[in-house]
Nanobody, 124 residues
Framework: QVQLVESGGGLVQAGGSLRLSCAAY????????MAWFRQTPGKERDFVAT????????NVADSVKGRFTISKDNAKNIMYLQMNSLKPEDTAVYYC?????????????????WGQGTQVTVSS
């Protein structure tokens, strides 16, 4: 059974930083593309960032470019999202996801496995 577990969310003031982690259990994700999405109540799940299986390729949404960095540690089966210069509009539940291919995608429908989500709240 595959399981993705996010951690690192919380409450932070605008301009602050947080680092989210996504630990993968049950199988190796060394050949899978992974991603972060976020969602606010009543809205669709939005793409944040994606990373290739070996970490050599990344793609980041324009709304967070220059502020958020995605990375992964294959030895530990953990993916990270470093979030700097946070803004109130970054407030959302953040989800990590993995797909069973190595191709990057910003579409949530391409992802096969999802974590339970972690809340990030940025106060003004």
């Amino acid at each position: 059974q595959v399981q993705l577990v996010e951690s690192g969310g919380g409450l932070v003031q605008a301009g602050g930083s947080l680092r989210l982690s996504c630990a993968a259990y049950g199988r190796t994700f060394r050949t899978h593309a992974m991603a972060w999405f976020r969602q606010t109540p009543g809205k669709e799940r939005d793409f944040v960032a994606t990373i290739s299986w070996d970490g050599s390729s990344t793609n980041v949404a324009d709304s967070v470019k220059g502020r958020f960095t995605i990375s992964k540690d294959n030895a530990k089966n953990i993916m990270y999202l470093q979030m700097n210069s946070l803004k109130p509009e970054d407030t959302a539940v953040y989800y990590c996801a993995a797909r069973t291919t190595s191709f990057l995608s910003s579409w949530s429908g391409h992802y096969d496995y999802w974590g339970q989500g972690t809340q990030v709240t940025v106060s003004s």
